[in-house]
């Protein structure tokens, strides 16, 4: 969704894209869009002792045209198992919704929750009812079923491939060698 932001908030837009790129975020890394500067996303970082431990999340903020008197929407754009979180991707904290201050906020802070719900979701305000009912029913079944979830969605894919391939050619080069 492409929104014509004013050049005022660009530049808002772009000082906080670069306060984002200095800081060390805890579990965060952001991944910038040169040819467009409102297209914010971070890779989260699965939290220890989370069922979502060893994943990497793919975020998206969305601002819209009148940003920052509203505020942006977050989204997940790697699937997860979450109570706060729809099956859809759409993120509910209090930080994006009636929490917000226009004239207080910066990007880091933005995806620091994002990060913390991971820790600490709530499991009252759901937006996944099932993740909601089965973390206050069955933390354990919760747990087992989010931690699934990450494995098959969010885990980083092992490239072993092209090491096989490349050891495969080696070994076709050193017979090929000793035939001469």
């Known amino acids: ?3 014509e932001l004013n050049p005022r908030v660009l530049n808002i837009l772009a000082r906080q894209v670069n306060r984002l790129q200095q ?3 805890e579990g965060v890394k952001p991944i910038l869009n040169e040819d ?3 297209d914010v996303q971070a890779d989260i970082i699965g939290p220890e002792e989370t069922p979502y431990h060893g994943g990497i999340f793919r975020c998206k903020l969305e601002f819209p045209a009148d940003f920052p008197n509203s505020p942006p929407k977050g989204y997940f754009l790697t699937k997860i198992f979450h109570p706060n979180i729809s099956n859809g991707g759409e993120i509910c904290v209090n930080t994006l919704k009636k929490d917000w201050n226009p004239t207080n906020w910066s990007l880091s802070n933005i995806l620091q929750v994002v990060r913390c719900l991971l820790l600490e979701p709530f499991p009252e305000s759901a937006l996944n ?4 009912r ?3 029913e069955n933390y354990q ?3 087992r079923y989010a931690k699934l979830y990450t494995s098959i969605h969010a885990m980083p894919k092992a490239v072993h491939a092209p090491v096989r391939k490349m050891q495969t050619q080696l070994d076709y080069i050193k017979k090929w060698i000793r035939r001469v």
């Open 1 to 3: 969704m492409e929104i």
């Open 36 to 38: 467009n500067i409102a």
């Open 23 to 25: 800081e060390n975020l």
């Open 134 to 136: 089965m973390f206050m």
């Open 141 to 143: 079944e919760y747990f």
């Open 129 to 132: 009812e099932e993740a909601g």
